[in-house]
């Protein structure tokens, strides 16, 4: 699945609102528009502090709420990336993560054949998987030969 623009993720969002009868609200909007334009894999505070400080004040629970709000539409994932908190992305093809230590640098990892063992693991246990992640934390190459951050 290729990664929507933001005008797709707004129509989304919107419909998504209104099928539930919730309101479309500028800072839902700001709160999406963030996250879009941040790419990569920003926490909650990170998102929270940028628009605290911005032009259009949006409160840190409301940041919170709405982050949480985008997860169920399916248009966020979340993840903790071996930091205890959790770090957003735009909700997209299924991948795992490899996380540097040392350096905080995430390579984001899609392979079929852990998918197919996963997915065996969870008949042989007669279990049903909902939904998973996996994070691998240790360090790149980068930092291991010493070029660090």
């Not at 609200?25 to 940028?50: C, D, F, M, N, Y």
């Not at 709000?69 to 993560?97: F, K, N, P, Q, W």
Request: hydrophobic letters at 30%; one cysteine or more; charged letters at 30%.
């Amino acid at each position: 699945m290729a990664i929507p623009t933001y005008e797709e993720a707004e129509r989304s969002l919107r419909k998504y609102l209104a099928l539930r009868g919730l309101r479309c609200t500028v800072e839902r909007l700001a709160i999406l528009k963030a996250v879009w334009e941040h790419r990569g894999h920003p926490s909650a505070e990170e998102i929270a502090q940028e628009l605290t400080e911005g032009p259009l004040y949006v409160s840190r629970a409301t940041v919170y709420r709405t982050l949480d709000l985008l997860v169920e539409t399916g248009l966020l994932t979340c993840s903790s990336l071996g930091e205890g908190h959790r770090h957003y992305e735009i909700g997209a093809e299924h991948h795992d993560h490899l996380i540097c230590r040392s350096c905080g640098r995430v390579i984001e990892i899609r392979s079929s054949d852990l998918e197919k063992l996963q997915d065996r693991i969870c008949r042989e246990n007669d279990f049903e998987n909902v939904s998973h992640s996996l994070e691998i934390i240790g360090y790149c190459a980068r930092c291991r030969n010493g070029g660090g951050h």
